[in-house]
Structure formats: C-alpha cells, structure tokens
C-alpha cells in the first residue's frame, strides 16, 4: 500500500468477508489529506476485484466523527504559495467519490459524528448509510466563499422538494433525521450500537445487521418545514429566495438572515449549480463541481473564508463583492465556463469505458 508514513492516516483491516477502512486523523476530526485519499483509492481498487472481501466498511477513529472534510488549512496554504496541489487532490478526490458511487461491492459508510464536505463525497454516495444520533453533516462551503462539491450538488439536487437547496444555501449542520430525510443516509443505529453492527457485518448479511440494530431515526426538523422551504426556494434568484424567507418571518428569517452572512457570489453560484445539475450523472456534476471549483480558487473569498473562520478565526470575512445584488449573472456564469485542458473529464472517461 506505499509509503506506511501516508497510509498510518487510514487503517485497512480485513475483518472476516470485510474490508475495513478507518480513517486515522482523530485530532483532525479525520480530515482528508491527498495521502489519505490515494490510499483510499488505491485499496478499495485492490479490494474490488479480491473474491474473499464481499463488503467495504468506512468509519471514522476517535469520537468527534467520521469526517469533518477536506484538509481546508492545507488549502489555503496552497491559495497562499500559488501551488496546484489543490487541483490535483480534487481530481483524486473526485475520483474516488465516482469510484464509491459505482463501487461493484456494498459499501457501508458509518456517519457518527460531523460529517461534512469531503466527509459526505465519502459516505454518502454509498449504498448503506448508517447515521447516529450524533450525525452533525451538510455541505458548509458557503461559509467559507466556496461550492458543494464532491457530488454534493448532485446529491442536494435530488432531496425531497426544495429542502436540498435550504442546506446547500445555509450550510447548515443536519442531524440523523435529517440526513435520511434528505436522502444523504439510509438507516440510524445508535452510537452504542455501531461496534456491534460492524461486528455482525463480518460475517453475516447486511439485511440481518440492519434488521437487528437499525432504529426509527429521529423527525426531521426539514420535513415538518417543507411548506415554507417549498415555497420560498422555489425560485432560481437568490435575492428573491431571501426576500421571501424575511417575509415568512420565524424560522424562514433566521434562514434568510444565515444566508447573509454567506460569500454572496458562492450563494449565487451554489444556486445555479443546483439548478444546472438536475438530469446529470455523478461524472457530469463532478465534472462541473471541479470546473466551479477552480474558478472559486482564482477569486477572492474562497481564501477569505478560509482566513476568517479557520486561521484567524474572526469570523468577520470580507466578501467581494459584498451583497446578492452586486453578484451580476456574468460574474456567475464565469464559474462554469470550459477549463479546456484543464478539465476534470470523469464524463468524458466513463462514456469511453461503457
């Protein structure tokens, strides 16, 4: 598996018909590096095609969660030096996010804790998503001036109604009954349980582990808000959305007021690309992700974002431009144009493989 410095970050054990992955950066809220994502790669490669391993186990070291995201300090630094490493973990990160979603194996994602970002482009496009009732997760990156990526726009695109779009604008932080409410997890099993489920996975089926250890998840705070999220997101102009989540007032205000404080380009952008990626495949919304991406790179708030919530810590980011109404429909449509040579092209490489 290479250089044993890189994969100590992810732990790989073979438990009975089982390939397990833990992901090993406790301290980090197991924050996802290039290492740990090539290795990741590398072994549920090898574990694809070996008849003795019949399911893939994803979890998470320590208790704070499974995945807070990408390494974003190791982001910055790159914005800082002018690199390319960025770039390059995403392509690698994209990659593995296809590999997962089109994975021949089951594979099983233990959502316990934050799960966030990344941490969602590696559980979520699972085919068994166990959440908890210490499931924090969503797709923050308006906060921080940036996109939902790892097919998280894809992802959000096909939740019930508008609530999709309610956490991608928001970033919000979802629980367990909300995740499977918006389609991102399949089942929840306490916390104290989940040692027990991963056991009967080794060497029994995965319908008797859920049978046994699955329970009702919690209600979805979302669901019981779906009129006014229905009819206040059902625009595709963000300013509109805002003015109406004011005008509900209550719970819609306190939306609209958390929206204000995001980047308003990446609230912008996060919206049109919700909206661009409906009919698409995982390889086309990846595709699309990274071409945003990239463009989110070259501007101003994404590095801002990171300053004010990570390395400062102020809290106090000073987007440019500063308000919805000064984000014209030319700055946002820059962020899809074609990369040329720079392009992802997962579309382009499946379409040949088929």
């Known amino acids: 598996m290479g250089d044993p410095a ?13 390939g397990v992955a833990i992901l090993n950066r406790p301290n980090a809220v197991n924050a996802l590096t290039a290492g740990m994502v090539a290795a990741i790669f590398e072994q549920l490669s090898e574990w694809a095609g070996d008849d003795d391993v019949e399911a893939v186990l994803l979890r998470g070291a320590g208790h704070r969660g499974l995945c807070a995201g990408g390494d974003i300090v190791a982001i910055y630094t790159d914005i800082l030096a002018g690199g390319d490493r960025t770039p390059e973990f995403w392509r690698m990160e994209y990659r593995l996010n296809a590999l997962i979603a089109r994975y021949p194996k089951p594979y099983i994602a233990l959502m316990d804790g934050l799960v966030l970002g990344g941490g969602v482009g590696i ?13 924090r997760t969503g797709m923050p990156e308006t906060t921080i001036g940036f996109v939902p990526d790892v097919g998280g726009t894809l992802l959000l695109s096909r939740s019930p109604g508008e609530a999709g779009t309610h956490a991608a604008l928001t970033g919000a932080h979802l629980d367990g009954g909300d995740a499977v409410f918006l389609g991102l997890a399949d089942h929840f099993v306490p916390s104290g349980k989940l040692d027990d489920f991963a056991a009967a996975l080794e060497d029994g089926t995965i319908e008797a582990a859920v049978e046994r250890f699955a329970e009702e998840p919690p209600a ?29 007032g209550g719970d819609a205000a306190d939306a609209a007021r958390m929206i204000e404080t995001k980047s308003p380009t990446a609230v912008k952008v996060t919206l049109a690309s919700l909206r661009r990626v409906r009919g ?3 390889e086309e919304a990846l595709d699309q992700e990274y071409r945003v991406g990239l463009r989110c790179l070259e501007g101003p708030d994404f590095r801002e974002g990171i300053r004010a919530q990570v390395v400062d810590k102020d809290r106090n980011p000073r987007w440019r431009p500063a308000s919805l109404a000064e984000v014209s429909t030319d700055i946002v449509e820059g962020f899809f144009a074609p990369l040329g040579e720079r392009e992802l092209g997962l579309a382009s490489i499946r379409a040949d493989a088929s």
């Open 6 to 18: 890189i994969t100590d970050e992810v732990l790989f054990e073979r438990r009975g018909r089982l």
């Open 123 to 135: 559980s979520a496009h699972g085919s068994v998503r166990v959440v908890t009732e210490r499931t």
């Open 220 to 248: 979805s705070a979302l669901q019981s808000s779906m009129d006014w999220i229905d009819a206040c997101y059902g625009s595709d102009n963000a300013s509109t959305i805002v003015a109406r989540l004011h005008a509900v």
């Open 280 to 282: 698409m495949s995982l």
